[in-house]
């Protein structure tokens, strides 16, 4: 079994991370190798861009224009989350939003997510969905109730 030589703490640091990553980069592999990867489906998929939509696009487009660089940030983490579950659960592309995130530059994260969510929509058309839109709430509840669990 091999051991580390290290003699300074930046070198232990530098060790400690390289062990670390080579075990990230081992279970990354396994799941690959192992575990049957999600593809997306209608069904799967069904009802996600809305929750993207709903949950995310509104607080990015009103934190940058706001430039809270706090909401931002929590909003774009939300966002980023979702889409890590998407692609986990669902299959869905890859998406790496946090890469365009600086609090300097908040205009080129929105435009990014934004561009993002037409990918995604790009995914929802190939499974064949289509996104439910209305234009009032009456028309919102009417299609909810119509499919309520009773």
Known sequence: MASIEAGTIAEIHSAAYDFLKSIVDLYDNMVKEFIEQPQPTNDSLSGTYEELWSNYRNKIIASVNLND???????????????????????????????????????????????????YLLEYGRVGLKVERYDTFEQLYEHYMSHAVR
Do not use: C, P, V, W
């Open 69 to 119: 660089k706090s909401y931002a940030y929590h909003a774009a983490m939300g966002a980023q989350n979702f889409l890590d579950e998407m692609t986990k659960t669902r299959g869905t592309k890859i998406f790496d939003l946090m890469q365009y995130f600086d609090t300097e530059r908040l205009e080129l994260f929105k435009e990014q997510f934004l561009l993002a969510m037409d990918e």
